[in-house]
């Protein structure tokens, strides 16, 4: 009897404590003893209390990389608040009418980042972003940890990669870019960090657009710790094809064989220089690998390479083209200081032998010149509308976020956002020195008697010792004049 008078008294304490818990989130000055800066709180409660938990996983001898595995969805209910007022409730979770999942996610992130990153799933479809249009409801988002990792940048770390492969990705006119806000994130009443709220590269109305019969796959460097995938015949030893969508639980034998026979078919064509018109999207895959070229992005292994085809029609297998899909990880921004090292490499994906033919390249140039005269001041225009939007709670949120990772943000936000823009522009001008190689020019003509020009420097601003134009090497440089004007110049 004793036993169960404790045990009525323990679940009587226990609901008020929950009780006292939802009252929490209502108090508009903190939470939790916490002064939140203005931005949204994702208040997470799991069932028993339970923490995603995941085990490191290494790769089998002749593959690479590091992973995770039994990183289980832990169900619980979600809150998001905004300065206590309550924006989302997910309530309860009950399987497939309410409530939310959450894991660890990531490869080498979800093994050694001390800030986990996590997948959420909605039991039901939600806006997280509030944009207030019903086409942007899904099920799946993604946290992501703010700090990034880079050699490249002050401090070797930085904040604001994923802002930046964001701002170009949109400058390019991308088929979808993933957007986000950040959030701060408190799970069992434990405070987590601030973190970046993201769309995830699914298929939905607002994101990847894929009809039922179509497919959307990745070039999967982590192939060997999924559960299916399929290998290509030109396809190196340590990737292969995993799935997006279909679902894995989805994918018949009947449906792996059609991919891999088209994926076959397409490389066939590509790899003996015959006729692509009918398998890719040219721009499509332009713009991808020059999105990586601006970025100057160092990581071929581990860049997220999808794949998608919107329809496969069996009477009509040519219906629709292979595109690519979003660009994702941006960790290695910067850190090539020449072409990215997926434009190069011949050890990883396509774009090496689609760069040895006419047509791509040609299309690759076309969207260079149309791109060109204001990527900057789209670049620009994009962190301009990130800092009206975040400069007065980044900092904030960020010293929030020092608390648990003191070693982080040590940069301020404007800091951080013009050394972006800075290395941006640089890269730019790298470009355009590059690009002389697949018949780039500006059609900028100079004269050797130019007694207005008052001094060159090359593309990083570095000043040469004269201005003697006829003593300069191919390449591209600033031309400064009296007037204050600038110009830019390729010597050929």
């Given at each position: ?45 799991t069932v028993n209390g339970e923490m995603p938990t995941s085990t ?76 207030g249009d019903k086409s942007f409801k899904h099920k799946d988002w ?245 800092w009206n939007k975040y400069g007065d709670v980044f900092d904030e ?96």
């Amino acid at each position: 009897m004793t036993n169960i008078i404790m045990m009525i008294f323990n679940k009587k304490v226990s609901i008020g404590i929950n009780l006292l818990f939802l009252g929490l989130l209502m108090i508009p000055c903190s939470v939790y003893g916490i002064d939140f800066p203005n931005l949204p709180v994702l208040n997470i409660v799991t069932v028993n209390g339970e923490m995603p938990t995941s085990t490191i996983v290494y790769a089998p001898e002749g593959c690479s990389g590091v992973s995770i595995t039994d990183n289980e969805y832990v169900p619980g209910r979600m809150i998001v608040t905004l300065k206590g007022n309550t924006l989302y409730d997910t309530k309860e979770y009950v399987k497939g009418e309410s409530g939310m999942r959450i894991k660890i996610r990531g490869n080498s992130t979800g093994a050694y980042m001390n800030q986990h990153p996590y997948k959420i799933k909605l039991s039901k479809k939600y806006d997280l972003l509030e944009r207030g249009d019903k086409s942007f409801k899904h099920k799946d988002w993604v946290l992501l940890s703010m700090y990034t990792w880079n050699v490249k940048m002050t401090n070797q770390e930085s904040n604001i990669l994923n802002i930046a492969g964001t701002i170009v990705s949109k400058a390019l006119n991308k088929e979808w870019t993933p957007d986000f806000t950040f959030v701060n994130v408190v799970i069992n009443d434990e405070y987590q960090g601030m973190y970046y709220l993201m769309e995830s590269a699914e298929r939905g109305d607002k994101r990847v657009i894929i009809d039922d019969t179509g497919f959307m796959i990745e070039d999967d460097t982590f192939w060997w710790n999924e559960n299916i995938y399929f290998k290509t015949d030109y396809q190196k030893t340590n990737v292969a094809f995993t799935y997006k969508y279909p679902d894995d639980d989805d994918v018949t034998d009947s449906i792996q064989n059609i991919i891999r026979n088209y994926m076959n078919e397409f490389e066939r064509v590509l790899y003996s220089k015959g006729d692509l018109s009918s398998y890719i999207d040219f721009e499509s895959f332009a713009k991808w690998i020059l999105i990586h070229d601006i970025l100057g992005t160092d990581d071929a292994a581990g860049c997220n390479r999808f794949i998608y085809k919107y329809d496969y029609n069996k009477d009509n297998p040519y219906s629709s083209k292979l595109q690519m899909g979003p660009v994702w990880d941006y960790d290695s921004t910067f850190r090539s200081d020449d072409w990215s090292t997926l434009h190069t490499n011949e050890e990883w994906f396509y774009f090496t032998k689609l760069f040895e033919r006419d047509d791509f390249r040609r299309v690759y140039l076309q969207l260079w010149q149309s791109i060109r005269p204001n990527i900057l001041s789209d670049i620009q225009s994009g962190f301009d509308e990130i800092w009206n939007k975040y400069g007065d709670v980044f900092d904030e949120s960020m010293k929030l976020h020092q608390t648990i990772y003191p070693n982080e943000g040590r940069q301020s936000f404007r800091s951080q956002i013009d050394e972006v823009i800075e290395k941006l522009t640089n890269r730019v001008y790298l470009l355009d020195n590059l690009m002389t190689q697949y018949g780039y020019t500006d059609n900028i003509s100079i004269t050797s008697d130019d007694s207005s020009l008052m001094d060159i420097t090359d593309i990083y601003g570095r000043p040469l010792n004269s201005t003697d134009i006829n003593r300069l090497s191919k390449g591209m440089y600033i031309f400064r004049y009296v007037n204050q004007n600038n110009k830019k110049v390729m010597i050929k």
